[in-house]
């Protein structure tokens, strides 16, 4: 869950830079922009 709304993988995030989810690990949340950069968000 993120903002109050739930996402499957692979889904768009922000559609005006390309984010989309791409997972769970070991409690960090994955995210991939349209350049290919993986962000980390640590919960």
Same mark, same amino acid.
């Given at each position: 869950? +993120? ?7 692979? *889904?768009?995030?922000?559609? =005006?830079?390309? +984010? ?7 409690? *960090?949340?994955?995210?991939? =922009? ?10």
């Amino acid at each position: 869950m +993120l903002n109050g709304k739930n996402y499957k993988m692979n *889904e768009v995030i922000q559609p =005006d830079t390309g +984010l989309i989810f791409i997972g769970v690990s070991d409690q *960090e949340l994955r995210f991939k =922009d349209r350049n290919g950069v993986i962000y980390v968000k640590i919960f």
